[in-house]
């Protein structure tokens, strides 16, 4: 035996852990679960996020002046546009480097286009501060005087900014419903343990142990749960989403919409984070609550 | 060293188990707490060792009021008591070397006072062959040396014994009590929660009686019962 006292607390926490191997077990399958769970739906979040900043990159709205405006209406068009608020960058494209645009967009078969040289307006390339503002700019823009025509992927920017915003709340109520579920599965797992050692915690209590002493090598054991478990999770969850991914990268749809996802390196410091902090937390407070009522004594 | 002053207590129950009590156990002293089942001898000793609060009275020990004293401190008060009881209470799982070490440890000693008092202890309750040994390969009254060696290893200046002979035969509990005698001679303040007559007439040490609560007799050089 080792008469260290760190290193008796910490190992006293270890035995405990392995002497219990069906509830520990299950306390890490279900933390494990919670886990995976948080995981996926982080990373689906992500993920959005990642597409939509893409989006929101590429796709700005582009507001077509109509064919006769004169160079003032174009000036006074820039300025009204500069006034109205989320809107970060405006860039003026003229009609030949429009023309030049589609040019390059239609490739080999460009000849198609030719004809149609002098219908291609002026334009303005607007990007927003906030995809969530790309509604009211919209309607403020279509307002204005020589506006011909908006194109813009605002619908679809609606309907992301409505999903990630629907899978951020999704994500953070399963993370609190699964953080109280696992809290009380931990905290059952450890009162086996306690109750196992409810003699040698009387004894200790006897002999003038403080409350603390006792209570380490339990928090120890939960910390140790939460830790392992948090180490499992993010091996399965880093090694379906390579799975995922590069089945889904290999897809032609995929490809052809040019969607790229966020690599999972640049989330595992994220996930990593918040696993360890969740397991290590809920260890804790799992254990304490366990303790209670066997340290009145 | 340990007094009562018209310490009462009433369990959430409404039992009274014990009834204004006052007595007054001396360092050096050894005494013999009496009374039949129920009487209410366990409540003092919980009492003492601070398991249970009075509803009214003060309770000093080692010159301090404990009445008041914080939940925090009360591991520090228990360290200057050792504590033995009727059933042993030791680890199964750990030697008899270990189970007198684990009370060391828990007080932070460091290993080298652990290695060194551990051995002295078990010497001074005949147990130096046995320190290897679990506690289910010895007798009972082997076991109850090994509990007090646990509760004597750490030096404390008084030792609560709560019917330590109450599981052994007459021939082993006076073993038991002799060895008690040995500690109080050697200055320990010893309290015996017991009923084992026998030994208390024997030992002619002071009595102090109780029943229903009250503390009827107070006696020093007394015997089981007051005719005696």
Known sequence: MKFNIVGYLIGEGFKNTFKNKKSTFSAMLVMCISMLIFGLFFIIGENINHIMQTVENAQAMQVFINLDATDEDIQKLEEELKTIEGISKIEFLSKEDGFADYKEKYGDRSYLIDSYEEFIPDSYIINFTDLKLSGQVLEQVKKLDNVKEITSANEVMDKLVKVTNGIRMVTLLILAGLVIGAIFIIANTIKLTVYARRKEISIMKYVGATNSFIRWPFIVEGMLIGIISACISILIVGGLYRLATNGLLSSATIQNLGITFVSFADMFNMIIIVYLILGIGIGVLGSSMSMRKYLEV | ?228
């Open chain 2, 1 to 228: 060293m340990i007094e009562f002053r018209n310490v009462s207590k009433t369990y959430s129950t409404g039992t009274e188990a014990v009834h204004c009590a006052n007595f007054k156990i001396n360092k050096g002293d050894f005494a013999f707490l009496v009374g039949a089942s129920g009487s209410g001898k366990s409540t003092l000793i919980k009492l003492i060792l601070k398991e249970e609060e009075p509803t009214s009275g003060n309770i000093i020990i080692n010159g301090k009021d404990t009445t008041f004293l914080k939940k925090s401190r009360v591991p520090y008060l228990r360290r200057s008591m050792g504590v033995v009881f009727q059933d042993f209470r030791l680890l199964p799982d750990k030697t008899v070397y270990e189970n007198v070490a684990f009370a060391m440890y828990i007080v932070r000693a460091t290993p080298r006072h652990i290695r060194r008092q551990v051995p002295m202890v078990l010497s001074l309750v005949g147990l130096s062959g046995k320190a290897k040994m679990y506690p289910n390969e010895l007798s009972g009254g082997e076991q109850q040396r090994v509990a007090l060696a646990r509760a004597l290893v750490n030096n404390p200046s008084m030792l609560i014994a709560d019917e330590p002979t109450g599981n052994l035969d007459p021939e082993t509990a006076w073993d038991i009590m002799t060895l008690l005698d040995d500690i109080n001679k050697r200055g320990t303040t010893v309290v015996v929660a017991t009923h084992a007559k026998d030994i208390v007439d024997k030992m002619k040490k002071r009595v102090i009686q109780i029943d229903k609560g009250i503390i009827i007799r107070d006696s020093e050089k007394g015997g089981y019962n007051s005719e005696v």
